[in-house]
């Protein structure tokens, strides 16, 4: 069986508080697939089940080594899910001048006033 590629989206997730790569992965990946509809997973491709998708995820976003991958892949409803999690996106400081204090807020479980942006693109193939 060969594996062709059916569509693949893109999309950004950001964690403003809490400083928590796992939920700005999550929200990218949850970003990429928000607005589309796979009918063509059944009408061209054939498949029975959702489920017989093969999903790929990649996810660049700082500090990659503390994503929890299956809180990230839980994101996904169906298929058969892996992903790969590299270093990249985004880490913005929340304080405009070095005499604020920035985004901190305690009471949301901030570690500091980083905000973290992760992208993502979310590949799904079909095999035939």
Do not use: C
Not at 13 to 24: I, L, M, R, S
């Amino acid at each position: 069986m060969t594996r062709k590629r059916l569509i693949i989206e893109m999309g950004m997730g950001v964690d403003q508080h809490g400083q928590e790569p796992t939920v700005a992965a999550a929200r990218a990946v949850r970003n990429a697939i928000a607005h589309n509809a796979l009918p063509g997973v059944w009408e061209v491709a054939g498949l029975s089940h959702p489920n017989e998708m093969i999903v790929e995820v990649q996810v660049a976003v700082p500090y990659p080594e503390q994503v929890r991958v299956e809180e990230v892949l839980a994101v996904l409803p169906f298929g058969q899910k892996t992903i790969s999690v590299e270093d990249g996106g985004m880490v913005v400081q929340g304080r405009a001048l070095a005499e604020s204090s920035g985004s901190y807020i305690a009471e949301l479980d901030d570690k500091n006033d980083e905000m973290l942006i992760a992208v993502a693109a979310v590949t799904v193939f079909v095999s035939q």
